[in-house]
């Protein structure tokens, strides 16, 4: 017999079992099953009490004895307590989903919502949207009466919430609607959880408007769920440490900063007092490539490099938990700052011109004229990248104080 879990059909992105770890002493379980299999699981009531996720939130609904009137109003369920044979099953989704929309003051009341989307959790965001008093709200999706090629009609919209699957790992930087049509947006709400920020929620915030990612909402509903399970109230704060350690724990550190000025040897240094991997993407390009950085540049040219660096940035910055050590050219091209941004915090680490180190960089040779030129062309492009910079002027310093920084602001 189980005695809790998580059941779906694909559980490999889930952070549910740390999650439940961190709340209380019991064993959460991932059951991963296809539909027949989950149908049979779910009649044989051979656990104490599970969640349920994509795609049988409304499966499982023919199964229940009882429902909470929540769970009957939206029409799926996550949550399934076995009382005594009894099934009951409970949505505290709804639950997430309105603490994902309070945490991040946005202000729902009298607004205009789009959802993007038309599945379980659509129906939750809807039900929380209307609790939280909006005045209109607009589904648009692949498949509903409205679809996404007519969102033009609703660039009025006051508040988004992406209930769909698009921009999730490993489908990372794909987005629905372009923020920049939308005049009124004063809030952006993303489900996803992984990245930490999708394109929706980095161009959203870059316009200053207030976002929120899936990891509230996620850990709300699991804390409630828990609650569930062991009938015990927990505390107020319990959300708040979890988000913080899961973002600490998923959260990558980038550093980027002029050619020569330590980056490579910060994010080694950052790497053995965090225990965060360090990554070099100028070690990945050289590795498989079978060259020299300089060799590259002289046999295939500086657009075959960028674009190398390109791809090598785009799959490296999906994955979680690392240092990642840039090249000092990365942030030419916008697209690394969306792969960089998703995951992490970056760090513009300043040396000064007269320092750098120069030796097999092909861009740097030449003195200091051409590192002027190359830094006028550069600096403002840096700050713009960073969420923090930051003098090296010595290296254990620097690299203390950046692992420092990051642990008082919780990651990405
Ligand atoms: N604060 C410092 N004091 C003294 N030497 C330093 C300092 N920071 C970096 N260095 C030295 O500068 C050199 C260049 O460092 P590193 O290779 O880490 O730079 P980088 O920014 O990664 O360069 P690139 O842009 O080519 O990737 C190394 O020899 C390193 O030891
Ligand atoms: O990805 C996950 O671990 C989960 C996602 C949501 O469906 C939740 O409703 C479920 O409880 C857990
Ligand atoms: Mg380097």
């Given at each position: 017999m189980i005695e809790y879990g998580l059941l779906g059909?694909?559980?490999?992105?889930?952070?549910?079992?740390?999650?439940?770890?961190?709340?209380?002493?019991?064993?959460?379980?991932?059951?991963?099953?296809?539909?027949?299999?989950?149908?049979?699981?779910?009649?044989?009531?051979?656990?104490?009490?599970?969640?349920?996720?994509?795609?049988?939130?409304?499966?499982?609904?023919e199964f229940c004895d009882e429902l909470s009137n929540?769970?009957?109003?939206?029409?799926?369920?996550?949550?399934?307590?076995?009382?005594?044979?009894?099934?009951?099953?409970?949505n505290t989704d709804y639950y997430g989903i309105i603490r994902m929309i309070e945490k991040s003051q946005i202000d729902i009341k009298d607004k205009k919502v789009l959802i993007l989307g038309s599945g379980a959790t659509s129906d939750?965001?809807?039900?929380?949207?209307?609790?939280?008093?909006?005045?209109?709200?607009?589904?648009?999706?692949?498949?509903?009466n409205i679809k996404f090629d007519d969102y033009d009609k609703f660039y009025d919209s006051e508040i988004i919430i992406n209930c769909t699957p698009v921009g999730m790992y490993p489908n990372n930087l794909k987005i629905?609607?372009?923020?920049?049509?939308?005049?009124?947006?004063?809030?952006?709400?993303?489900?996803?959880?992984?990245?930490?920020?999708?394109?929706?929620?980095?161009e959203a915030e870059k316009k200053g408007i207030k976002t929120s990612n899936g990891l509230i909402m996620l850990v709300a509903?699991?804390?409630?769920?828990?609650?569930?399970?062991?009938?015990?109230?927990?505390?107020?704060?319990?959300?708040?440490?979890?988000?913080?350690?899961?973002?600490?724990?998923?959260?990558?550190i980038v550093i980027i900063g002029m050619p020569g000025s330590g980056k490579t040897t910060i994010g080694k240094e950052i790497s053995k007092i965090s225990g965060k991997k360090s990554v070099d993407i100028d070690e990945i390009i050289e590795r498989e490539t079978g060259k020299d950085i300089s060799q590259i540049f002289r046999d295939y040219g500086e657009e075959y490099f960028r674009q190398k660096e390109k791809e090598v940035i785009s799959?490296?910055?999906?994955?979680?938990?690392?240092?990642?050590?840039?090249?000092?050219?990365?942030?030419?091209?916008?697209?690394?700052?969306l792969s960089l941004k998703q995951n992490s915090r970056i760090y513009y680490i300043k040396r000064?011109?007269?320092?750098?180190?120069?030796?097999?960089?092909?861009?740097?040779?030449?003195?200091?004229?051409?590192?002027?030129?190359?830094?006028?062309?550069?600096?403002?492009?840096?700050?713009n990248f960073a969420d923090f910079e930051i003098d090296n002027d010595n290296i254990e310093r620097t690299s203390a104080d950046i692992w420092r920084e990051f642990n008082e602001n919780f990651g990405a």
């Open positions: 059909k694909s559980l490999t992105h889930s952070f549910s079992k740390s999650i439940h770890s961190q709340i209380d002493d019991y064993d959460y379980t991932f059951i991963e099953k296809q539909e027949q299999d989950a149908k049979e699981f779910i009649k044989s009531r051979e656990f104490k009490g599970i969640n349920v996720t994509m795609p049988y939130k409304k499966t499982v609904l929540t769970a009957k109003k939206i029409g799926c369920i996550n949550t399934l307590i076995n009382k005594n044979g009894k099934l009951c099953g409970y939750t965001a809807r039900e929380a949207a209307e609790y939280l008093g909006a005045s209109k709200i607009t589904f648009v999706s692949r498949k509903g629905l609607v372009d923020i920049e049509k939308f005049n009124n947006l004063q809030g952006v709400c993303d489900v996803i959880y992984n990245p930490v920020k999708t394109r929706l929620l980095i509903q699991a804390v409630k769920a828990a609650e569930l399970f062991t009938g015990k109230k927990y505390d107020a704060n319990i959300e708040d440490k979890i988000i913080e350690n899961l973002k600490k724990n998923i959260s990558n799959r490296i910055g999906k994955e979680n938990n690392q240092i990642i050590s840039t090249g000092g050219g990365s942030i030419l091209d916008y697209e690394n700052y000064p011109l007269d320092k750098l180190a120069v030796d097999g960089r092909p861009l740097s040779s030449g003195g200091i004229n051409v590192l002027e030129k190359l830094y006028e062309q550069r600096h403002s492009l840096y700050e």
